[in-house]
């Protein structure tokens, strides 16, 4: 493992930078930034679309501080792990994005927040410990797809609140896909139980799976 330089590196294998945010500032739309083993503790800002960020793995790389990307597109965050930050990892107005095999915890609100962001794909997450939702997606979110994860320990003020959707778009069925979560999963909506048939919500393994409450 070498130690990067903000100064003298240039991005290459051989000569890394120091820090993610230094990379950030270099790639170009379509560029992947790997990210070694080691703890970064800055928050990290996308800044062109079609940015994919990858670590060593999500127990390796540790960036404290959080991710954040406002009106991105195709953006990817993988293999790594986020902690340290307000909302973990803060998407607004992102598309066609993905958070895949990223621990998030130890945040002081969610873990991941997606506001007017569609067609993301928010999978194989190990999400814990965050003293708000595990993942909240809000304000017109849509068409998101939530599969695989796994949530322990994360809490709000109504019990035990993993995942909680309000305010999204109804525009599509099965909008939302959560599937097969380890742990309880809960949907708060801002509307009656009646008018959630649009989510799949299915084959959840612990506890009752679904709460529907209204607001």
Wanted: aromatic residues 6%; proline residues 0%.
């Amino acid at each position: 493992q070498k130690t990067g330089d903000d100064t003298s590196g240039d991005g290459s294998s051989d000569s890394p930078y120091r820090t993610i945010a230094r990379a950030m500032s270099q790639v170009q739309i379509g560029d992947t930034i790997v990210v070694d083993a080691g703890l970064f503790e800055e928050r990290v800002i996308f800044e062109r679309d079609l940015i994919t960020i990858v670590g060593k793995d999500s127990a390796g790389t540790v960036i404290s501080g959080g991710l954040s990307a406002t009106g991105m597109d195709g953006i990817q965050i993988r293999d790594l792990a986020v902690t340290g930050a307000e909302n973990g990892i803060d998407l607004y107005s992102v598309n066609d994005g993905v958070v895949r095999n990223v621990h998030v915890y130890g945040n002081s609100g969610n873990g991941i927040r997606l506001r007017f962001s569609d067609d993301n794909l928010i999978a194989d997450n190990l999400i814990t410990d965050n003293a708000l939702a595990g993942i909240l997606v809000i304000e017109d979110s849509d068409s998101n797809v939530i599969v695989g994860n796994s949530f322990a320990g994360n809490a709000t003020d109504v019990a035990t609140v993993e995942l909680i959707v309000t305010g999204a778009s109804q525009n599509e069925k099965s909008s939302l896909s959560a599937t097969k979560h380890s742990y309880r999963t809960v949907i708060w909506w801002n509307q009656s139980a009646g008018d959630n048939d649009w989510n799949e919500i299915s084959r959840h393994l612990r506890d009752r799976g679904v709460d529907f409450a209204a607001t």
